[in-house]
């Protein structure tokens, strides 16, 4: 049967015939060795018996041949021919011849006839040295005896010798040896045998069941049956095989989860990746390239990735691509690339060379990520990087460059330019009244009207909020005449903005404000803004709609107003700033209180003036922490006085900026508590423009204040915006009339006439009126006969804290 065919290949079975033919090969050259040891014994014993016998057959012969007993002799030979081991006997001369008769004469026989394997020379040897020879014939495995026998029985004769030759047979050939020690043999066999056996056992056991084991495992293992493998017990090679193979299948396992993983991985990818061979046949796709592309996998694979190609992408990508990966080395860029059904997009594409052993470029993988939409973005990001968002004018980042372009070809030409910055005014009051989204429309419509100024020389651009700027490009001609180049351009700006603007079926009236910079080498573009900004701010502390030129010394002002601002900030800290206070009297003419005036007392320039930092610090946030800094004095002057019963109050002036921020009541009545002082002794001075601004939430704080007993004074009335519809609205105790309309008192007429009505309207609201300002006695008794409270020169200047209370609480009254 086909199964039970002898398996040559079999370890086993190789392991058994070597085993059985090295035990075979033992025992036969175990038998040979052990019949050539008895066949050896046997011929050292006839060489022993052969030496003893043909001694005595010596001795014999030579005393009968002395004694003339021939018959004795023969009598010797004849016994010796019948020795059952004697094959033959002679006696011969020394010339070899045989003697029949021992005393006869010689017969021609010679002894090579008679004993064909004799020696002559161990005949002669034998007669030489009268010693007996022994001859071993291998090939009748016998013996030939050379005797010396000395023939002459006289002493005095010269001696003769002949030679008696017998041929002795050995008693034993290899048969009979073999034979002999058959039972040796066949026990030493029967001991290699069983060991044999055990040695197959052992080797079954510690080699051919562990390879089996081992070759099991590798079978399985091809089979990726991991989980049925077998341990391996046997020889310490086969366990380090198998432990090799664990660990190498281990590492496999290991490796085909990571390549499944990467697999899924790259299945799963939303960017594309595609494998091609040398020749640039694609091999592999994973589904992205699929999806991204919309060919198929049966129409990707084997195909050139040109049939992507939109052919829009510039040459020198491929030349630089192509060099790249010539080097060995891996390539990124942007390739513009269709789809399958002719739609386009971009790809940022890596590209890397796979090289094998040999260090040869065998596949390139490439890794496709469609970048359309980020290109999109990118182009957008740039576009408002350079351009405002809400207009799609060029922004401040974009004129900047276009400036400095200008200036280095101003700089090359001798030529001049100018910068117009215009800034709508008073646009907040639109964005509070109508919304954002209204003062965006405005924006926007302004923009339309003032896109029909620009030409190839002039170039329009939105800051953001409320301002646009032109830029001249600069042209060969005097200064002067730039200067009134611009000037035009300026007044048909304001001619298109004069102009109302229908937004939402309403006609919307806008001014706006000019500030002219001419442009030459010398600046920068950071200063011609700066400085066009600088003439702008003039232009609207000119009131609006206005134009206005930059001047230099306009540039020292703003460079005075920055370095005031940066040494203020340096005066909060270091403590350089002073209360005064100017004292404030009653109908009467009795002290009331006082108002706290701020002063500087500069390390370098002496005593500011408050007309030269308030201002500036109005611009800033500075005006907010100086308003604190002051309140918290004033609080600690009037905590002070109140400790001293005196009933008199306190009055800090307000700015807009600090009414406007979101915690002024928390922060207003966390200062009242920290000095410990009764609100009802303070006075909060504001403007009436600052409340019109905005009214409902000055009201909204004016109120939270008051029910703490803060009380509130309208400063400088009747210079702003004086309404009954306001007055009558804000909560409010006093009126302080400004003192423009005092200094004409007792002479005008007209400035008498509007006290008179303020008076009218102060008392039909039940609020006090206190007149700043006093200089003389006559405004003194003017104030006095109508009731009002009184400040100014007249009763005292501001003084220090110290000194005022030096001059007004040292005594009563």
Sequence with gaps: MQGCRFNSKSLLNQIVAIVLLLGSATIMMSALYLTHEQVESSHEHIKRELQTLMGLTQGAMNRSFRYQKIPAVEEIISELKAHRRVKEAALFTQAGEQRVNVLGEAQVKSLTSMFPQSSE??????????????????????????????????????????????????????????????????????????????????????????????????????????????????????TEINQALNSMLAERNANEERLIKLSTAIEQSSEGVVITDHQARIEYVNQSMVNNTGYSREQLIGSDPKILSSGKTPRSTFTALWARLN?????????????????????????????????????????????????????????????????????????MERLQRYIDGAHARGAYGAVLLINIDRFKVINDARGFQFGNEVITKLSMRLRKLKSSGIRLSHFGADTFCFIMKPERMEKQDMRAKALVLAEDVLNLCSKPICIEEQDVSITVSIGIRLLDSTETPEGLLRSAETALHTAKDLGGNQIFNYRHEDGRRAEYIFLIEHELREALREEQLECYLQAQVDETGALAGAETLVRWHHPV?????????????????????????????????????????????????????????????????????????????????ITEGLVVEDLSGSIEKMKALQTHGVQFSIDDFGTGYSSLTYIRELPAQELKIDQSFIRGVPESKADIAMIESILTVAKNLRIRVLAEGIETAEQAEFCKQRNMWGQGYYYDKPKPHADWCEAWLSHEG
């Excluded at 005797?147 to 002795?168: G, R, S």
């Excluded at 942007?334 to 052993?357: H, M, W």
């Design 121 to 238: 020379e161990v005949f002669l040897a034998s007669i030489q040295q009268q010693n007996l020879k022994i001859q071993h014939v291998t090939k009748t495995d016998s013996y030939l005896a050379y005797i010396p026998i000395k023939t002459v029985p006289d002493a005095l004769a010269e001696p003769e010798y002949q030679v008696f030759v017998v041929e002795y047979m050995l008693p034993i050939t290899w048969a009979d040896a073999f034979v002999y020690k058959l039972p040796l043999i066949g026990g030493w066999a029967f001991i290699l045998l069983l060991i044999l056996t055990i040695s197959i056992a052992y080797l079954n056991h510690r080699v051919v069941q562990p390879a089996q084991a081992l070759v099991r495992n590798i079978t399985r293992a091809v089979h990726h049956q991991l989980d049925q493998l077998e341990s391996v017990r046997g020889a310490s090679e086969l």
């Design 327 to 399: 080097e060995g080395k891996s390539w990124t860029g942007e390739l513009y690339n269709k789809r399958a059904d002719g739609s386009e997009f971009v790809e940022l594409q890596t590209i890397t060379p796979l090289k094998n052993s040999a260090g040869e470029v065998t596949h390139f993988v490439g890794v496709r990520q469609d970048i359309t939409e980020q290109k999109a973005i990118q182009e957008r990001l740039h576009f408002l990087a350079y351009n405002d968002s809400l207009t799609h004018l060029p922004n401040r980042t974009s004129t």
């Design 605 to 685: 320039r002496g005593l500011v003036s408050p007309g030269d930092f308030i201002p500036v610090a109005e611009r800033s946030d500075l005006i907010k922490q100086l308003d604190m800094w002051v309140l918290e004095r004033s609080l600690e002057f009037l905590s002070g006085w109140q400790q001293q019963q005196r009933d008199l109050t306190i009055a800090v002036n307000i700015s807009p900026r600090t009414l406007r921020s979101k915690h002024f009541v928390t922060e207003v009545l966390t200062a009242i508590e920290r000095a410990g002082a009764n609100s009802c002794g303070l006075v909060l001075e």
